[in-house]
């Protein structure tokens, strides 16, 4: 595998991880993790069972999308994590997954509210969901057009400190400075879906948590004097 042996390990490493996390069944997922010192991202190949996926079956595509390396056809999402990455600098892994209570949200249009501190543990403002795709950019260039609904729904926000979004009418999709941490999101990101559906059922009229809580948990393990951790 040569030059590309670090980032197709750890694309590999991380793709295995999505079933055993629960966050897709058969292969409704992918992971890719980028070198932005060679240019490429290591990405799933489209269809392999997560069982018989090896390091070498990572496909390394470049940030046109054009494959660099690799005898299998990469996801059919490539493009959109190209079009993140070409965006969003600093970030070095991305995560689709259709997992289940993510993509409830993504399929009801709405985004997930701050309900609790968990929540805030991990971003002080709701997860963003897109606008629905118009016909026209479904017509074109679909998975490149989905990187675009996400670039639109985040003007005027950060990718470094919202490391995650709802795709309306599709599912989730998480980043990271590594394709580990991504999938860490994407992982955050389910149970912070599961939780907000749940208060949504106890209770249809609960609003979100107030400012001075979601400051007070997302500063103390993100801001300048966070204290949370070792």
């Given at each position: 595998?040569?030059?590309y042996?670090?980032?197709?390990?750890?694309?590999?490493?991380?793709?295995?991880?999505?079933?055993?996390?629960?966050?897709?069944?058969?292969?409704?997922?992918n992971?890719?993790?980028y070198?932005?010192?060679l240019?490429?991202?290591a990405?799933k190949p489209?269809?392999v069972p997560?069982?018989?996926?090896?390091?070498?079956?990572?496909?390394?595509?470049?940030?046109?999308?054009?494959?660099?390396?690799?005898?299998?056809?990469?996801s059919?999402?490539?493009?959109?994590?190209?079009?993140?990455?070409?965006?969003?600098?600093?970030?070095?892994?991305i995560?689709?997954?259709?997992?289940?209570y993510?993509?409830?949200?993504?399929?009801?249009?709405m985004?997930?509210?701050?309900?609790?501190?968990?929540?805030a543990?991990?971003?002080?403002?709701?997860?963003?969901?897109t606008?629905?795709m118009?016909?026209?950019?479904?017509?074109?260039?679909?998975?490149?057009?989905?990187?675009?609904?996400?670039l639109?729904?985040f003007k005027?926000?950060?990718p470094?400190?919202?490391?995650?979004?709802?795709?309306?009418c599709?599912?989730?999709?998480?980043?990271?400075?590594?394709?580990?941490?991504?999938?860490?999101n994407?992982?955050?990101?389910?149970?912070?879906a599961?939780?907000?559906?749940?208060?949504?059922?106890?209770?249809?009229?609960?609003?979100?948590l107030?400012?001075?809580?979601?400051?007070?948990?997302?500063q103390?393990?993100h801001?300048?004097?966070?204290?949370?951790?070792?």
């Amino acid at each position: 595998m040569g030059r590309y042996t670090e980032i197709r390990r750890e694309a590999f490493e991380a793709n295995i991880q999505i079933p055993a996390l629960g966050l897709a069944i058969y292969t409704f997922g992918n992971v890719s993790a980028y070198d932005p010192d060679l240019g490429v991202f290591a990405i799933k190949p489209s269809g392999v069972p997560y069982a018989d996926l090896k390091p070498e079956h990572m496909v390394v595509v470049d940030l046109d999308n054009a494959v660099a390396d690799g005898d299998l056809r990469p996801s059919s999402d490539t493009n959109t994590h190209s079009v993140l990455y070409r965006a969003f600098a600093g970030i070095r892994g991305i995560t689709h997954t259709h997992s289940t209570y993510a993509t409830a949200w993504a399929q009801a249009c709405m985004p997930i509210p701050v309900f609790g501190t968990t929540h805030a543990d991990h971003l002080a403002r709701e997860v963003p969901c897109t606008e629905v795709m118009s016909d026209a950019m479904i017509r074109g260039d679909y998975e490149t057009e989905t990187g675009n609904q996400i670039l639109a729904a985040f003007k005027g926000l950060s990718p470094a400190e919202v490391e995650m979004v709802l795709v309306a009418c599709h599912g989730p999709f998480t980043w990271g400075v590594s394709a580990e941490k991504a999938l860490y999101n994407s992982a955050v990101l389910e149970e912070i879906a599961r939780m907000a559906l749940l208060t949504r059922q106890v209770n249809p009229d609960a609003g979100s948590l107030k400012p001075s809580l979601i400051d007070k948990h997302y500063q103390r393990k993100h801001g300048k004097n966070a204290y949370y951790g070792q």
